[in-house]
T-cell receptor
Framework: GESVGLHLPTLSVQEGDNSIINCAYSNSASDYFIWYKQESGKGPQFIIDIRSNMDKRQGQRVTVLLNKTVKHLSLQIAATQPGDSAVYFCAENGGNTPLVFGKGTRLSVIA | DGGITQSPKYLFRKEGQNVTLSCEQNLNHDAMYWYRQDPGQGLRLIYYSQIVNDFQKGDIAEGYSVSREKKESFPLTVTSAQKNPTAFYLC?????????????FGDGTRLSIL
């Protein structure tokens, strides 16, 4: 099984609301985490990353929170827009290997 | 613009046939990767390469082969030994080393069986 997973496979939010996408990881050696957005028929697009020496990092309308105590990662999207509809993946760098990806959460924005 | 180009976008394979998927990057990245994505699933690592003329197996390498003769190119061959090749194949690249570097992805090749 994968060491990175998501609590909810689908998430529906009203346009303008905030979205929170969660991710659990199990490898305590992981010290680098990334969120990707994948639109239908396209490759994943980098959103934001965070290193384990940080608890929070903000980008444009997005915030990533890292809780190392419970091995939990979340992506917050402010004022969700229809263009945010996509599948979101978290990934970790557990050990000396390439990134390990979770299965993804599909975000649907209701207009 | 710099980026990763995968071709073709759609590919069909006959039974017993080998097919090769192309991946080219002009980002001057050292590392390149191939992933397989099945419907509703995450990405599974097939092969990766950290430098030219070197590559390592990922989690699902059986039935696939790669080469890394040039820094810019990392082609993937899906051999006839891969019995369930229908999937979306994604190529990625990153600055080396493997850790603490975001991977940048191409827009994939969708492979189907005739």
């Amino acid at each position: 099984g994968e060491s990175v997973g998501l609590h909810l496979p689908t998430l529906s939010v009203q346009e303008g609301d905030n979205s929170i996408i969660n991710c659990a990881y199990s490898n305590s050696a992981s010290d680098y985490f990334i969120w990707y957005k994948q639109e239908s028929g396209k490759g994943p697009q980098f959103i934001i990353d965070i290193r384990s020496n940080m608890d929070k990092r903000q980008g444009q309308r997005v915030t990533v929170l890292l809780n190392k105590t419970v091995k939990h990662l979340s992506l917050q999207i402010a004022a969700t827009q229809p263009g945010d509809s996509a599948v979101y993946f978290c990934a970790e760098n557990g050990g000396n290997t390439p990134l390990v990806f979770g299965k993804g959460t599909r975000l649907s924005v209701i207009a | 613009d710099g980026g990763i180009t995968q071709s073709p976008k759609y590919l069909f394979r006959k039974e017993g046939q080998n097919v090769t998927l192309s991946c080219e990057q002009n980002l001057n990245h050292d590392a390149m990767y191939w992933y397989r994505q099945d419907p509703g699933q995450g990405l599974r690592l097939i092969y990766y390469s950290q430098i030219v003329n070197d590559f390592q197996k990922g989690d699902i390498a059986e039935g696939y082969s790669v080469s890394r003769e040039k820094k810019e190119s990392f082609p993937l061959t899906v051999t006839s030994a891969q019995k369930n090749p229908t999937a979306f194949y994604l190529c990625a690249s990153s600055f080396g080393p493997l850790r603490n570097q975001p991977q940048h992805f191409g827009d994939g090749t969708r492979l189907s069986i005739l």
